[in-house]
């Protein structure tokens, strides 16, 4: 046996005083059995028992602190919560114009929207300040404030802007933007089409196109340019802006209307978008109008 | 058996913390940085009880404590290296023999703080602590043969000095 192997059965007790003095030799065995004895004999060093009672009131302590934070923080989540949504159920906006109504909207950063007849405009002032977006439904006329880009939602296409003076009409399946100054994007029909000042965009004939024929001072209060609009739609116009209804069972409404659209006098209205297309009016009753071919 | 349910985890620190305690004194041999940095590692698993697993919980406790202790250790190094901070009680059994087993005695436990503090742990767990070769292993998670190749050499270690000591 090598001397290690012989020391360290020793060590564990596997080997006798006698057979580990024979192996190693009576000088080296004195030596180590004097090293093995003395450490043999070194106690075990006691720790205080006041240590445990000083660990078991730390541990309180900071159970304590666990239980406080995670209740804080509890508290505070739950009032961030109930605030933000308060906030924001509150701030929500929606203007709604009957028939032979208009209103004007401005919101905070002044933008103002010049909302049709029979249309709503909802927004939330609270994400407004964030994303600047609203929803309409109908007809505007929208002045925007330059910023951060302006949205527009509307059932047909989005229209996004960074600031400018556009018009959306949005009613049942038809869709159609005026742009008349800056740049605005339009998203409709799974497509996006950038109209320039003085173009427009709908979604029947799914084509851009310019008109020249018309001032900036178009999207005044007294009218409206309308771009290439299905003459159903122009009567409904009408309709929405007078509050009058129509009887077109004599002529058939074909073809599209662009030109002006007066929105304060109801003759000059009636005249500036039947005439083109050789048609005529009778007045019935007050509000009740009956379109007839132009003699 | 949840590390967060106090009555548990008293326990636990009952039944694990003498260990981490001893093994940390025997390394660095200083008692109350032994006892500080026990109680700190327990209360930093009390506080993360969540993040912690009974599982090869004593590996975990003497990873955590050594890493801490070498942390002090670089922050204070003004501290005498050989300062001997750990003194084992001394006692005599043949009253003829005191001197000479006193001064003896003396002699080996200044030459326990000069030995590498990996064996001088491994040295202390078997003498002291009365522990077989193989529990030692399982402790500190290192194999038999390396327990027993540090025992060894703090054993010739150990000799050399009492050997260089007598010649003065």
Request: neutral net charge; aromatic residues 12%; glycine residues 4%.
């Amino acid at each position: 046996m090598e001397n290690k192997e012989v020391l360290l059965n020793w060590l564990e007790g596997n080997l006798t005083d006698d057979q580990v003095e024979r192996e190693i030799g009576s000088e080296e065995f004195q030596l180590y059995k004097k090293i093995i004895d003395a450490s043999a004999k070194w106690e075990s060093p006691k720790r205080k028992s006041t240590h445990r009672e000083e660990f078991l009131t730390k541990m309180q302590s900071v159970k304590k602190r666990k239980a406080n934070t995670s209740v804080l923080l509890k508290y505070a989540a739950i009032f961030l919560i109930g605030i933000s949504s308060v906030l924001v159920f509150f701030a929500n906006q929606n203007i709604i114009t009957s028939v032979g109504n208009t209103e004007i909207v401005t919101i905070f950063d002044g933008s103002t929207i010049k909302l049709a007849p029979n249309s709503s405009l909802s927004y939330n002032s609270v994400l407004y300040f964030f994303n600047r977006k609203v929803t309409l439904e109908g007809n505007a006329l929208f002045n925007v404030i330059p910023g951060n880009s302006f949205t527009v939602n509307s059932p047909n296409g989005e229209v996004s802007v960074l600031g400018t003076s556009f018009n959306i009409i949005d009613r049942e399946d038809y869709f159609n933007v005026v742009c008349f100054t800056g740049k605005v994007a339009v998203k409709a029909n799974k497509q996006e089409v950038i109209l320039k000042s003085l173009e427009g965009f709908e979604n029947l004939s799914n084509k851009k196109s310019k008109f020249n024929d018309v001032s900036k001072d178009s999207s005044n209060n007294s009218y409206l340019y309308l771009n290439q609009v299905p003459l159903p739609m122009v009567i409904k116009e009408l309709s929405n802006y007078y509050n009058v209804e129509f009887n077109t069972d004599a002529v058939s409404l074909e073809g599209t209307f662009n030109g002006l659209f007066i929105n304060d006098n109801i003759e000059l209205a009636l005249k500036n978008v039947l005439y083109p297309f050789n048609f005529d009016f009778e007045w019935q009753k007050d509000n009740f109008v009956v379109i007839i071919p132009r003699q | 058996m949840n590390l967060c349910e106090e009555a548990f985890y008293v326990k636990i620190y009952d039944r694990y913390s003498e260990d981490l305690y001893k093994f940390l004194l025997y390394k660095y041999q200083d008692s109350q940085n032994a006892e500080d940095i026990t109680q700190n590692i327990f209360l930093k698993i009390w506080e993360n009880c969540k993040e912690y697993h009974l599982k090869n919980f004593k590996s975990l406790l003497f990873t955590m404590g050594n890493r801490e202790a070498l942390n002090q250790i670089k922050k204070q190094q003004t501290r005498d290296q050989y300062d001997p901070l750990v003194n084992f009680s001394y006692k005599p059994e043949t009253p003829e023999f005191i001197i000479e087993e006193k001064e003896f005695d003396l002699k080996l436990q200044s030459a326990l703080q000069k030995l590498k503090p990996d064996q001088r742990v491994v040295f202390l767990l078997h003498r002291v602590e009365k522990k077989k070769y193989k529990q030692i292993a399982e402790e500190l998670e290192i194999s038999v043969k390396t327990v027993e190749k540090r025992i060894h050499d703090a054993l010739l270690f150990l000799r050399s000095e009492i050997v260089e000591l007598k010649k003065y």
